[in-house]
């Protein structure tokens, strides 16, 4: 999470200019994804998400039991990270929003912890989407 959202920063501080485009941006979280599972595939087969973990409980492919703590143990690593990301660049987040967080506009510095739909996105949407990509996690595992 450390690596994944000090590229998030970089990209919304930057606003998708420079070292900040897109590409660096997929390139950089990539990069975070692959190292966390690198680095925690021995110690938990490289379970790095709620939903990967979820998703393998639900196809049999996990124990149950396990689940609480891995789940836990994720979200706290997340917690953890992103007072580092905030630190590291609290400077540039208040020269951009002039120390106001906002979740969108072009002063917003939200987006580099949190994402969020298009403004024209409904809640049903928004909801219909997620369950799209936890089915899909399911379906990757070849459950149904």
């Known amino acids: 999470m450390l ?18 485009n ?9 990069f975070a994804v692959g190292s966390g599972i690198y680095i925690a595939g021995g110690a938990s087969g490289g379970h790095i998400n709620p939903a990967v973990t979820t998703s393998l409980a639900l196809c049999r492919l996990f124990p149950w039991d396990k689940v609480p703590l891995y789940v836990l143990a994720q979200y706290l690593g997340a ?22 967080r906002q979740t969108s506009g072009i002063n917003a510095t939200a987006g580099i912890f949190a994402t969020y739909p298009m403004p024209h996105v409904s809640t049903g949407g928004a909801f219909a989407d997620q369950v799209k990509l936890f089915t899909t996690d399911i379906n990757a595992y070849g459950c149904f």
């Open 79 to 100: 917690f953890v990270a992103c007072p580092f990301v905030y630190i590291a660049y609290v400077d540039s987040m208040n020269y951009i929003d002039g120390g106001i």
């Open 3 to 20: 690596l994944g959202l000090s590229c998030n920063a970089v990209f919304v501080l930057s606003r998708g200019s420079g070292m900040g």
């Open 22 to 30: 897109p590409a660096v941006l997929s390139i950089g979280w990539g």
